[in-house]
């Protein structure tokens, strides 16, 4: 998986995606980027390594733009290197496009605008995009990303600006993560809350197939084939350095010595006394179906799939529930018996597992 941010406003937009990305760096640190429309054009550094170097190269050979995007990246297609990282330019350098995911079918539309006489400076699947939308733009950024869109296979959220089209920024996404952050004549990108949490606490959580034209007054979200989408602004709940190592060296240092807290903050509100009952308010389960439920499956991947294990052992013990757990990428080849009354938990870190949002797929089609 990848980071992406991105800024629009009256600040200087490097600043402000450099320290998103550090906030991503979780989600990749073999190369990053950040790329800026200045006056006319668009202006980008790109970097090999962790952020520091992305950090050296500002400093002794900046740009500067209220308008940019940026990326941290994890290789997926292509080794890790300059001409690999993002953000990715059309040919003609007038768009840039960073991206979160992974096209299924780039290998095709790579062949099709090499046949067109597009020529390719890198070995990502990411580039195919910069191309789509360059080859469907006519003036109307947000029409020009939604028809590529409609020709790719696969997850994506995107991040796109345009030379052309210096005071918007358009974002989309199918699978992977997006939301977008709100403030005062000034407006953000991000795949987590937490890169932009020290900016805004407002932002949108945006849905599959869902574009966003973002300008420093405001944001409009449509679906592909740009009809309104009304969405409620969500509040995030956690103050500004929850996201930040808070003193330790390493996040997972400090997810070890929080677990204590995490836990009195899950049960804060529920369990206050062993001599009362549980509260179950807001958990999108009533009492009487929680009492009903016959047997509750864990599904993910990795160390999740070991909370899912720990989950399985306090249903069984604790609640007297059958319970089970099952790495997501078996649960959906084996195609599970599913009783009624059963409950799927999915656990996921990244929130973005692909094998674990398959399971949640293959179960959600079983009722």
Sequence with gaps: MCGIVGYIGTREAPEICLAG?????????????????????????KVVGKLDNMAEVLENNGISGTVGIGHTRWATHGKPSVGNSHPHFSADGRIAVVHNGILENYQELRAS????????????????MAHLVAKHYDGDLRAAVCAAVKELHGAFAFGVICADSPDEMIAVRRFSPLVVGLGEGENYIASDMGAIRPETDKVYVIDDDEICRIT???????????????REVYTIPWPADA???????????????????????????????????????????????????????????????????V????????ARIPAEADLAAELQQRDPVVLDNTLCVIVSQSGETADTLEGLRAMKSKG
């Design 311 to 318: 989950g399985r052992f306090l249903m069984d013990k604790l």
């Design 243 to 309: 996201a930040q190592k808070g003193g330790h060296k390493k996040f997972m240092h400090k997810e070890i010595h929080e677990q204590p807290d995490a836990i009195r903050a899950c049960l804060a509100g529920r369990l206050s006394d062993a001599d009362k009952p549980v509260t179950f308010e807001n958990i999108g389960l009533s009492v009487e179906e929680i009492k009903k439920l016959k047997k509750v499956v864990f599904t993910a991947c990795g160390t999740a799939f070991h909370a899912g294990c």
């Design 216 to 230: 420093r007054d405001g944001v409009e979200i449509t679906d592909l084939d740009l009809n309104p989408i009304e």
């Design 113 to 128: 605008l090499q046949a067109d006489g597009i020529e390719f400076k890198s070995q990502t699947d990411t580039e195919t």
């Design 21 to 45: 990305l550090r906030r991503l760096e979780y989600r990749g640190y073999d190369s990053a980027g950040i790329a800026v429309v200045n006056g006319d054009q668009l202006d980008q550094r």
